[in-house]
C-alpha cells in the first residue's frame, strides 16, 4: 500500500513505521494518524509479522500535532463561548465529564489522539525508536509503545502547556506509572525539555544509543522479541495491564487463566523440547 506521511517496511518478521513528513518534523494530523493505524491493522491482522518498531524521518522522532492547523482551527471557532466566570476549572470540568456520562453530551476521540490507544493496545512486542525530538504527542506516541530505545539526539517535552493546552494524549495516564506523580507534574506543568540521557534515568528509555547505532540497536532487539513466543508475550502485555489497577492477589487469580492458555501454544510444547533436546527453540508465535 501506498502511503503519504508514513513510510512502512518489513525487515523479517518486524514492520517498520517511520513517520515522515520532514516539512512539519513529523508533525502527526489526521491523515498522518490514519495511515498509522491502516499499518497497524494491517501488522495485527498478519500473522508473518511478530512485532513493531516506530521511528520517524530525521531529524525528529515527532513533533507532536501540527501548530499551524491548530491556529487555524482557533480561528475556525472565534465564535466558541469563552470560559465562563466565577467558575473553577475543576468544576467546568466535572460539569463537562458529567454530561459525558448521562447521555446529554458526548466526548469524541479523533484519530490522532486514538493512535496511543491503539500502540498501547497491539498485542505484538512494539519499541519506539526515538532519534530526535519527540514533542508533545510525539511524547506520548514514544511512550504508548511497550519500549523505546532513545537516541544521545532525542529530546521530550510534554510541550501542551507552551500552548495553553493539557497531554490529552493519554501519558497522564502512562507518565505517574512510569516516572511517579512528582517527576509527572514537573514535566507536565514546565513543558521543559528532557535529554535522552535524562529521560533513562527517570525511567521514560529502556537504553541510550549514539545516533548512528540507534536502528541497528533497536533492531536487533525487536528480531530477538519477534523470534521469540510472541503469543505469550501478548498474553503478558494483558496482565501487566490489567495488574496495574489490581493488588497481588488478584493478579495472581488472573495469571491463572492467561498461563492456562500459555501451556497450550506450540511455543510452550517447543521451548520445553528444545530445553530437553539441549538446542536452541524455534517460536512460531503461536
Known amino acids: 500500500m501506498a502511503y503519504e506521511f508514513i513510510e512502512v517496511s518489513e525487515v523479517g518478521a518486524v514492520m517498520v513505521i517511520t513517520m515522515d513528513d ?9 491523515e498522518m494518524a490514519d495511515e498509522i493505524n491502516q499499518a497497524i491493522d494491517h501488522l495485527e491482522s498478519d500473522a508473518s509479522l511478530r512485532a513493531l518498531v516506530l521511528t520517524g524521518r530525521d531529524p525528529s ?4 500535532a501540527n501548530v499551524k492547523r491548530m491556529d487555524q482551527a482557533n480561528r475556525d471557532r472565534a465564535d466558541e463561548p469563552k470560559i465562563p466566570d466565577g467558575t473553577s476549572p475543576w468544576e467546568l470540568l466535572d460539569e463537562r465529564w458529567d454530561a459525558a456520562g448521562d447521555g446529554s453530551g458526548k466526548v469524541e476521540m479523533d484519530s490522532v489522539r486514538f493512535v496511543p490507544l491503539r500502540l ?36 521530550f517535552s510534554e510541550t501542551f502547556i507552551r500552548r495553553g493546552l493539557i497531554p490529552a494524549d493519554g501519558s497522564c ?22 535529554d ?7 525511567g ?48 495472581l487469580r488472573l495469571a491463572g487463566p492467561a498461563q492456562g492458555i500459555a501451556r497450550s501454544t506450540e511455543d510452550h510444547k517447543e521451548g520445553v523440547r528444545a530445553f530437553v533436546e539441549k538446542r536452541e527453540p524455534a517460536y512460531k508465535g503461536r
Not at 519506539?128 to 508533545?136: D, F, K, L, T
Not at 535522552?196 to 527517570?202: G, T
Not at 533497536?218 to 523470534?227: E, G, P, V
Request: proline content about 6%; aromatic content about 4%; hydrophobic content about 40%.
Open 22 to 30: 520532514p516539512p512539519t518534523r513529523n508533525a502527526i494530523g489526521t
Open 204 to 251: 521514560m528509555v529502556n537504553k541510550v544509543t549514539p545516533p548512528d547505532e540507534l536502528m541497528e540497536t533497536t533492531m536487533d532487539l525487536a528480531q530477538r522479541l519477534a523470534n521469540g513466543p510472541t503469543y505469550s508475550m501478548a498474553l503478558i502485555k494483558r496482565l501487566i495491564h490489567r495488574s496495574l489497577h489490581t493488588d497481588l492477589a488478584e493478579s
Open 196 to 202: 535522552a540521557h535524562e529521560a533513562h534515568r527517570l
Open 120 to 155: 498501547h493496545n497491539v498485542q505484538k512486542p512494539s519499541i519506539a525508536a526515538v532519534n530526535g525530538y519527540a514533542m508533545g504527542l510525539g511524547m506520548g506516541i514514544a511512550l504508548s509503545c511497550d519500549m523505546r530505545i532513545a537516541s544521545e539526539n532525542a529530546r
Open 173 to 194: 495516564w502512562q507518565l505517574p506509572r512510569m516516572i511517579g506523580l512528582s517527576n509527572t507534574f514537573m514535566l507536565q506543568y514546565t513543558g521543559d525539555i528532557v
Open 61 to 64: 522522532f515527532c513533533s507532536g
